[in-house]
């Protein structure tokens, strides 16, 4: 059981370059997020998807766009980076469900030239 | 959005201490939340909370809530080095689609 798999792991991008960031769950979650982790600021939401069909911006969306590919796939993209992009993006899922936890893949950090 | 914020930013513990991180909010909430991790790696779900809850326990990490403060608090019994890592406290408010605010982080380094 993967849980939450988020590829790649690491890249490098230059300036003005656009990118995708994939994240996939096994677990029949509804709920999907991307979050960004810069140091010293915790973690930030920037886009979230309640259930398949559906996704409403965070606190940090400019800059980025989402898409909810179906209920398992959810995709961050970057249309043309910029060094403040620099940071760890994390995915996570949870059940719709109140009280509940969310999951976490273990991240892609990106670093923007 | 409501924002959780621990207290103290980092400590450093010799194993077999106890660990306490506090966290404080601002809005009323549905649940509070504790999640570790480890470097490098996602955050792992510790503990969850409800609004309704003054205490809960699990292994040896032990919650409270006062929601009347608006703070919580996380303690970690009998540490071991490998409960080295970074601590974060996160809410979910009502209605909110589970999504969470999360805090700054502890840093907790338990030495052997």
């Known amino acids: 059981n993967a849980g939450v798999t988020q590829t790649p792991k690491f890249q490098v991008l230059k300036t003005g370059q656009s990118m995708t960031l994939q994240c996939a769950q096994d677990m029949n979650h509804n709920s999907m997020y991307w979050y960004r982790q810069d140091p010293g600021m915790g973690l930030r939401l920037i886009y979230y998807?309640?259930?398949?069909?559906?996704?409403d911006k965070g606190e940090v969306p400019n800059g980025y766009n989402v898409s909810r590919l179906n209920k398992r796939e959810f995709s961050l993209r970057l249309e043309s980076a910029a060094p403040s992009q620099t940071s760890v993006y994390f995915c996570?899922?949870?059940?719709?469900?109140?009280?509940?936890?969310?999951?976490f893949g273990d991240g892609t950090r990106l670093s923007i030239l | 959005s409501q924002q959780g914020e621990e207290d103290p930013q980092a400590l450093s513990i010799q194993e077999g201490e106890n660990a306490t991180m506090n966290c404080s909010y601002k809005?009323?909430?549905?649940?509070l939340q504790w999640y570790r991790q480890n470097s490098g790696r996602g955050l792992v779900h510790l503990i969850l909370?409800?609004?309704?809850?003054r205490e809960k326990h699990s292994g040896r990490l032990r919650v409270t809530l006062d929601t009347s403060k608006k703070s919580s608090s996380l303690l970690i019994t009998a540490s071991r080095a490998a409960d080295t890592a970074s601590y974060f406290c996160?809410?979910?408010?009502?209605?909110?689609?589970?999504?969470?605010?999360f805090g700054k982080g502890n840093q907790v380094v338990v030495i052997p």
């Open positions: 996160a809410t979910a408010a009502f209605y909110g689609n589970n999504r969470l605010a």
């Open positions: 998807s309640a259930s398949e069909g559906t996704t």
């Open positions: 909370i409800r609004s309704n809850e």
């Open positions: 996570a899922s949870s059940d719709t469900l109140s009280n509940q936890p969310q999951h």
């Open positions: 809005t009323s909430i549905n649940n």
